[in-house]
């Protein structure tokens, strides 16, 4: 199984700063999924982090703007850069794990508005 | 993945079967049906999967037409935590998709009315 801890679970931003987010896994695993959830939209892949290797980000990410670090197989962390309220959003982090062993395991997601 | 097409809402009385279909009919023989949800203001959650038989657990049954070009979740008693945003995805088996990150439609906003 896996348990995702994420943070902060929410925060307030000013334009033009950066804000960390955080991913903790209870166990170790190879992949680990950043996603971004606009405010009544379906969830959108930001990138892919494995361990040991540079993020891989889909069209329309980049990573001066989502820079990713994957230190350990149980750690990443997602920033987003010079903020402006249009990445005012939900950000989720996903494992390829869950107890049951079929599905992916999301945490809780970080709330961000940026004023 | 195959598409999917979902209902954008549904309504459901709490207590009745909630009936969520999906239809996916470019299916591939190896392509599995796949259930999440996600509950407001928290990260999506599996439900089930299946391939071709019907499939049940605790928390739902899947119905897969024989054609495989559709299907069905069923939650048999809507309560109102059940109300939240479902989609069904549609792809190859986990252990042989390369550990690729899951790709989401708009899924059905099931609303359970008390």
């Known amino acids: 199984s896996a348990v995702i801890s994420q943070k902060p679970s929410r925060d307030i931003c000013q334009r033009g700063t950066s804000l960390t987010i955080q991913c903790q896994v209870d166990?170790?695993?190879?992949?680990m999924f950043w996603y971004r959830q606009q405010p009544g939209q379906s969830l959108t892949l930001i990138a892919t982090?494995?361990?040991?290797?540079?993020?891989?980000?889909e069209s329309g990410f980049v990573i001066d703007k989502f820079p990713i670090s994957r230190p350990n197989l149980t750690f990443s962390t997602l920033t987003v850069s010079n903020m402006s309220p249009e990445d005012s959003s939900i950000y989720l982090c996903?494992?390829?794990?869950?107890?049951?062993?079929?599905?992916?395991?999301f945490g809780s997601g970080t709330r961000l508005t940026v004023v | 993945d195959a598409k999917t097409t979902q209902p954008t809402s549904m309504d459901c009385a709490e207590g009745r079967a909630a009936n969520l279909p999906c239809n996916h009919s470019?299916?591939?023989?190896?392509?599995?049906v796949y259930w999440y949800r996600q509950i407001h203001s928290q990260g999506p959650q599996y439900i089930i999967h299946g391939l071709k038989n019907n499939e049940t657990n605790e928390m739902a049954s899947l119905i897969i037409t024989e054609d495989r070009k559709s299907s069905t979740l069923i939650l048999p008693h809507a309560t109102l935590r059940d109300t939240a945003v479902y989609y069904c995805i549609v792809r190859v088996a986990q252990a042989v998709s390369g550990r690729r990150a899951l790709t989401f439609g708009s899924g059905t906003r099931l609303q359970v009315q008390p």
């Open positions: 982090a494995n361990q040991g290797s540079e993020a891989t980000y």
């Open positions: 470019t299916i591939s023989g190896n392509e599995y």
């Open positions: 996903s494992v390829d794990k869950d107890r049951v062993g079929y599905g992916y395991t």
């Open positions: 166990s170790q695993v190879t992949m």
